[in-house]
């Protein structure tokens, strides 16, 4: 399963790049010493080795005149495969292996912190090398194994970005926890852990599991395509169903969602819609024909190439309309008002503050009080960053703030989204996050209820200062700020 | 000994290679001719197991090629059109046939000299005719039981082709190894090769060993007084015939002395034969398999 005659020939053929990349890791890490930013370059240069290193080591692969060369060299596919892959992720981690040595000896980090650390960024560079190469071959030529890499690499952005916007559009408080997308990038997990290496978390093993995953799928999917490829796949286009066709539809789609979920934004009437679109799909299909031709490697036009388009058009803005028809498909209110330990944060502004809140700020700061810049805080369970356990908040308050969620929601699918003047922010205690804009401010009788409830402050800020809202109505100073107002 | 047995190869649904069954002894020069795509690359590639077949296997010393990677070590196949690592030189290939193949030193250097070729001078830089004989010399140099030549003698000067065939007459005769020539100039292979194959329609359609082939086809040139009626000539197996006048002139595959004696009934007033080259052989061959 491993050449040692072909990991010679590997090391000797390319020991002015080894050299190099040894030599910029030991000046890194003699250079930066103790500063994280030498460590942070070089888990940069560490992941960027994971993509360039296997696509100039299973470059041959991808040339018609070299796979005669080197798959009729006496050692099997096997072990081609697995010589090439342990260069490669040697490659990307030694250098690390150098820096992060210095930087355990000058942060005095202990041997078995030292040891998981080099253990999860080697599994890292396995990882990455594997995924890389695997994305790599899925191409039939050098330019196509390249483009593959950079198009499965950013797919889980732009899914991010399409989901994020879709949510945006459609769901009222959009507080969907898309944290899941960053399992789909190895290239995330991965960062994850480098930064990891730079807090307490160094033994952190928690995207271990995720990134095993990813190493097991990716090493099976390698070694179906390398050891069974047809080697007469060198130099021509690539017409596997998971290169080209694959990645330019999952872009169209995602593309088109994200743009009938922008249009779709201001709630147009169906007519509007249509006609500012129209020139952003045409843009998008010439887009889309030149992707083909990128794919093709000529001119291609086939009755399927719009009708395909059209198609997915229809579904995405089909899509979309659903979503604006059923507020989100329900999705709005998959929300848990009974989380009594979550974070609620209602925001008001200037205009929008009660006379009775203005005229206690007069009587305490006289006639010239600061109010232009007035605005109103009802926080519950607010993370200030110290320990504090959470207190239960009350029902009363559970009441007021599900009251303006509501108001919020209905905000929302009114189809106006200007000239709102109080925000909701809830953090649930699952972390997920919802924001509501509302259009109304919060009303004094509301603010004093809240005010009752220990577990919630309403704190009114003003440039001169900061006041706390007792149950009976009056304010009570917090904090003063300096050199804003000077009192007699 | 090499068995190549019902290997069947096509690309994008289209057979190339359609059951080639073929045996070919150790110490053969065999050339393998076929018109331009008829697959002789294809089948060499399969012979070195480079490309995987779709059925079939091909077995050197009893072992697959393309399974049994240990067998490669005694195949070395040179190819039409040979790759070379950018900014490579004799030296750095040396390195790389040396890391896989036991590269005799000796042979290297007298290869090396034979073709007066220099070890650290670019091959980018290299003629057509110098990188071909960069691949031979390492083709030599690693004493392969068997060499596979594709367009063996494609852009060489006379004196080059001169030299190699020299080689290579060294090589066999030193190694008693196997080599199969692939060339579409014929007369060359005639001047080296002792058995030869036609690839036809995907399929070995002959073979056998040229100088007995060479014998059994035979060229005759008949001159009768009177026209005849050519259905006397349907009791021969005529792979050409061309008729000016009342003289023919028929190229008939068959023992050349029965063939003589039963022209002589037909009692021409002339008769002559004349022996075929390997080139006429080829393309008598592939008109009669044709007609």
């Known amino acids: 399963m491993f050449s040692k005659e072909y990991f010679t020939y590997l090391l000797k053929s390319k020991k002015y790049l080894l050299i190099f990349i040894l030599l910029i890791a030991f000046l890194n890490a003699v250079g930066s010493g103790k500063n994280e930013i030498g460590m942070i370059i070089q888990g940069f240069l560490c992941v960027v080795l994971t993509y360039l290193i296997p ?169 179906k395509q390398y050891v069974d490829r047809a080697v007469e796949r060198a130099s021509t286009p690539s017409t596997k169903i998971y290169s080209y066709p694959l990645v330019i539809y999952l872009y169209v789609f995602l593309i088109l969602l994200m743009i009938s979920s922008s249009f779709n934004y201001g709630y147009s009437s169906f007519k509007d819609f249509i006609s500012d679109i129209f020139i952003v799909y045409l843009m998008l299909f010439v887009v889309y024909v030149v992707a083909y031709f990128v794919y093709k490697r000529k001119l291609y036009f086939s009755y399927k190439l719009p009708l395909v388009f059209i198609i997915a058009a229809l579904l995405t803005t089909g899509f979309s309309f659903a979503a604006r028809s059923t507020k989100g498909f329900g999705l709005a209110n998959a929300y848990d008002h009974n989380d009594r330990l979550g974070q609620y944060i209602l925001y008001s502004y200037a205009d929008y503050i009660p006379s009775e809140i203005t005229e206690a700020l007069k009587e305490i700061e006289g006639a010239d009080a600061y109010d232009t810049y007035l605005n109103v805080v009802v926080s519950a369970n607010e993370n200030k960053g110290d320990n504090t356990p959470k207190r239960q908040i009350s029902d009363s308050s559970m009441a007021l703030f599900e009251k303006y969620r509501k108001s919020g929601i209905a905000y929302f699918y009114s189809g106006q989204r200007e000239g709102q003047s109080t925000n909701l922010n809830v953090i649930s205690s699952n972390g997920n996050h919802y924001y509501y804009g509302i259009k109304e401010g919060i009303a004094y009788s509301d603010m004093l209820e809240f005010a009752k409830d220990p577990a919630v402050s309403v704190i009114i800020n003003n440039n001169s200062g900061e006041y706390k809202l007792q149950p009976d109505g009056s304010l009570k100073l917090l904090t003063l700020y300096m050199n804003t107002v000077t009192y007699d | ?235 021969f197996t005529i792979l050409h015939m061309h008729k000016e006048g009342s003289v023919y002139s028929l190229v008939i595959k068959g023992d050349k002395e029965e063939t003589v004696a039963k022209l002589q009934e037909l009692h021409p007033v002339i008769l002559d034969t004349l022996s075929v080259n390997f080139e006429e052989l080829f393309i008598y061959e592939h008109e009669g398999g044709e007609r």
């Open chain 1, 55 to 223: 696509c100039n080591v299973f470059s041959y692969v991808h040339d018609k005149k070299a796979v005669d060369t080197y798959f009729s060299i006496p050692v099997s596919r096997k072990a081609m495969l697995v010589t090439g892959i342990v260069f490669c992720a040697a490659t990307a981690y030694m250098p690390f292996v150098i820096t992060f040595s210095f930087f355990a000896v000058a942060e005095g980090i202990g041997i078995l912190s030292y040891a998981l650390a080099l253990i999860k960024i080697l599994l890292v560079a396995f990882t990455l090398v594997v995924f890389n190469t695997c994305l790599y071959l899925i191409g039939n030529n050098a330019f196509d194994g390249v483009v593959m890499i950079g198009a499965y690499t950013v797919l889980p952005a732009v899914l991010l970005t399409a989901l994020e916007i879709f949510a945006d559009s459609y769901i009222a408080g959009h507080g969907f926890d898309m944290s899941f997308v960053a399992y789909l990038s190895p290239i995330a997990i991965s960062t994850d852990l480098f930064f990891d290496l730079f807090e307490s978390s160094m033994i952190d093993i928690h995207n271990i599991p995720a990134l095993i995953l990813y190493l097991a799928v990716s090493a099976y999917l390698l070694y």
């Open chain 2, 1 to 235: 000994m090499l068995e190549i047995n019902k290997v069947v190869k096509g690309f994008d649904g289209k057979k190339v290679l359609d059951g080639v069954n073929l045996t070919i002894d150790g110490g053969s020069i065999f050339g393998l001719v076929g018109v331009n795509g008829a697959g002789k690359t294809t089948l060499l590639r399969c012979i070195s197991g480079i490309y995987m077949t779709d059925e079939g296997n091909v077995l050197f010393d009893g072992r697959d090629t393309f399974k049994q990677e240990e067998i490669r070590r005694d195949i070395f196949f040179a190819n039409d059109d040979p790759y070379y690592p950018l900014a490579s030189n004799i030296r750095s290939l040396k390195e790389f046939c040396a890391s896989f193949y036991p590269l005799d030193e000796q042979m290297y250097q007298k290869t090396l000299k034979l073709f007066n070729l220099s070890e650290n001078q670019q091959i980018n830089t290299f003629s057509k005719g110098m990188k071909r004989q960069t691949l031979l010399l390492f083709a030599l140099s690693i004493k392969p039981k068997l060499l596979l030549l594709d367009e063996a003698f494609d852009g060489l000067d006379p004196l080059v082709r001169y030299n190699l065939k020299k080689a290579l007459y060294d090589f066999i005769e030193e190694n008693h190894s196997t080599i199969i020539i692939s060339s579409h100039n014929l007369k060359e292979l005639e001047d080296i090769c002792d058995s030869y194959g036609i690839l036809e329609n995907g399929k070995i359609s002959t073979y056998g060993d040229l100088l007995e082939s060479k014998q059994n086809i035979n060229k005759y040139q008949l001159a009768f007084t009177a026209p005849i009626d050519e259905s006397v000539f349907d009791q």
